[in-house]
C-alpha cells in the first residue's frame, strides 16, 4: 500500500485526455495538491482530514516538468459517473460519457468584432461553431453561429469564458456543462442580432468525430485490400505505444488532418475517416511505396467513401463483378481499383490481383482475416438493407 499526504493547491478545470486532447467532451473540474501521484496510484481514493473520501487520485506531472504536482478527480465527478451507468437488459453496462459541449467559442475583446455583432454588453463570448448532432435534435431552437452567449444557468460569463467559482476565484465555464449528472438540464442566455433569447436543453454525450475509447464507442477495425492496409481513424490508434513510434510509423505525413479531425465535430453518426497506414508489400501492389506516410483516403473508383463498411461493400462489389463476368458477356465488371487520397496520390490495383493475393497476404503478416468483424458486420447489414 502507498500513502502519501498533502495539501489543495487549487481547483481547475482541465482537459482529462493527453494525447488526443483535441477529442475531449470539454474540460472537466479538477483538484491540483501537492502530494505526489506515482504511476500505479491512479484509482486510489483520497480523503480530507476526517477521513472523507474527496476525490480519486487521476495524474501526475513529470518529475521533469514540476515536483510534487498531482490531480485528483473531486467525488462530484466520480458520482456523475456511477449516476450515467446505463444497465443494459443482457445485464452488462454502459458508459457513453459526460454532458458535453455542443459549441466552440471566441473571446469578444476585439472592439471590431464586438461592434460587427452588434453587441453592446459587458462580457460573453461568441459562439463560432455549433455541433449540428445537437442542432438537429434541439429541432432548431438552439445556438446558433455568432449568438453570444452572456450567461450559462444564471453564471455570468467573462469576456475569456471565465465564470467566478469561488470569490475572487474564476474558473474555466466548461465545468458549467461537464459537471452536470445525465439528464440535468443547461440553460443559456444568449444575444441574437441585438435581441436577448434564453435557452434551456439538456445535453449528453456527442458522438464524437473520432472515437475515443475501445470498448466504449470503438474497436479495432481493419480492411486489407490488395495489400493496403486500411483502418478508421481513431483516438485509440494515436494513443498507443511511444510518440517516437507513432512518428516513425508514419503518421506525421496527415498530422495537421488527423489534429483538426479530432476537434470538429460530426455531422453525421456515420461517416468515419479512413486511413491508409501501410502497404503490406506484395507483387499486387509492387511499385507503390509507403514512405513511412499515412494517407487519408478520399474515393474509390471516384466515389466519394462513408465508412469503412462502405469501402468493404465497394470492394465486394468488384469482386462480384468478375465472378459475374465468367457467366455472361462480361458487361459491367469493375476490373480495376483506384483509389484516391487526400493528398492527391493515386494507387490502381487490378481487382483479380487483389483477390489471388489475398491468403497470401494474410498467412505472411499473421492477419487472421482481411476484414474485421466489426466491419464485416456492418457491410453485411448495409448491403442487405441496400437489397431490400
Not at 458508459?95 to 460587427?116: C, D, I, M, T
Not at 483509389?339 to 492477419?367: P, Y
Request: aromatic share 8%; with cysteine.
Amino acid at each position: 500500500i502507498c500513502v502519501t499526504e498533502g495539501v489543495v493547491s487549487r481547483i481547475d478545470c482541465r482537459n482529462y485526455r493527453l494525447k488526443t486532447a483535441g477529442a475531449a467532451p470539454g474540460k472537466i473540474l479538477v483538484i491540483q495538491v501537492d502530494s505526489a501521484i506515482n504511476p500505479g496510484n491512479s484509482g486510489g481514493p483520497c480523503f480530507d482530514s476526517d477521513g472523507r473520501v474527496v476525490g480519486v487520485a487521476f495524474q501526475g506531472l513529470d518529475g521533469n516538468d514540476a515536483q510534487n504536482v498531482g490531480y485528483i478527480i473531486p467525488t462530484t465527478t466520480a458520482l456523475n459517473f456511477l449516476a450515467a451507468i446505463e444497465h443494459e437488459d443482457d445485464g452488462t453496462c454502459k458508459y457513453k460519457g459526460v454532458q458535453e459541449l455542443p459549441f466552440r467559442w471566441a473571446n469578444l475583446q476585439n472592439k471590431s468584432l464586438r461592434k460587427f455583432l452588434s453587441f453592446t454588453g459587458n462580457s460573453g463570448v461568441v459562439v463560432t461553431k455549433v455541433s449540428p448532432l445537437a442542432a438537429k435534435a434541439n429541432e432548431g431552437n438552439f445556438l446558433a453561429k455568432d449568438d453570444v452567449i452572456t450567461h450559462i444557468d444564471g453564471r455570468e460569463l467573462g469576456e475569456d469564458y471565465t465564470v467566478a467559482l469561488r470569490e475572487n476565484e474564476l474558473m474555466n465555464a466548461d465545468f458549467l456543462i461537464t459537471g452536470k449528472r445525465k439528464g440535468e438540464a443547461t440553460t443559456f442566455n444568449i444575444m441574437r442580432d441585438t435581441k436577448p433569447i434564453e435557452i434551456t436543453t439538456t445535453l449528453w454525450p456527442l458522438v464524437p468525430n473520432a472515437p475515443r475509447d475501445h470498448d466504449l464507442d470503438c474497436t479495432p477495425e481493419w480492411l486489407v485490400i490488395g495489400g493496403l492496409l486500411f483502418v478508421p481513424l481513431t483516438c485509440p490508434l494515436l494513443s498507443y505505444g511511444t510518440t517516437e513510434g507513432l512518428q516513425a510509423s508514419g503518421y506525421l505525413g496527415i498530422y495537421d488532418f488527423m489534429d483538426a479531425e479530432l476537434s470538429k465535430f460530426r455531422a453525421d453518426e456515420e461517416t468515419e475517416a479512413i486511413l491508409l497506414i501501410d502497404i503490406l508489400a506484395c507483387d499486387t501492389n509492387f511499385g507503390y511505396d509507403f514512405n513511412q506516410r499515412w494517407r487519408k483516403l478520399d474515393t474509390l473508383n471516384g466515389r466519394k467513401l462513408k465508412n469503412m463498411s462502405e469501402l468493404f461493400n465497394m470492394y465486394l462489389d468488384a469482386c462480384e463483378s468478375i465472378e459475374r463476368a465468367k457467366t455472361d458477356d462480361g458487361k459491367d465488371t469493375i476490373d480495376f481499383l483506384q483509389f484516391i487520397f487526400r493528398d492527391k496520390s493515386r494507387i490502381v490495383l487490378e481487382t483479380t490481383e487483389c483477390v489471388a493475393s489475398e491468403q497470401e497476404i494474410l498467412e505472411q503478416h499473421g492477419i487472421p482475416k482481411s476484414v474485421s468483424p466489426g466491419t464485416l458486420k456492418k457491410a453485411a447489414k448495409e448491403r442487405g438493407q441496400n437489397k431490400e
